[in-house]
């Protein structure tokens, strides 16, 4: 998140990964806020292509689909950040 940039130390050099399940626009917007202040204190930056693309920005996808059924079971952990994101996205309930 933007509020925990303050905690990175950009006076070093650093490596970006991300969780699997970001958002590739996330993820670019982040990473090129964090390289212009490394850029900065002239520190290299290696951001590593680590998001799933079977997974991120797939929101009209998991519409679509679940208008198919009148039922979708889920199994997932209540705290999955996928299973948040498609919750929110097809305003599933939670059981």
Do not use: H, P
Not at 17 to 29: L, P, R
Not at 43 to 65: A, L
Not at 70 to 93: E, T, Y
């Amino acid at each position: 998140s933007r509020e925990d940039l303050k905690k990175i130390n950009f006076r070093k050099s650093t490596s970006i990964f991300s969780q699997t399940t970001k958002s590739i626009k996330s993820y670019s917007d982040i990473s090129k806020e964090i390289k212009n202040k490394l850029d900065l204190y002239k520190k290299k930056i290696k951001i590593n292509n680590t998001i799933c693309g079977q997974v991120s920005n797939r929101d009209k996808q998991i519409k679509e689909f679940a208008k198919k059924y009148d039922i979708i079971i889920f199994v997932s952990g209540k705290k999955s950040w996928l299973m948040q994101k498609i919750v929110k996205g097809i305003k599933l309930k939670i059981f």
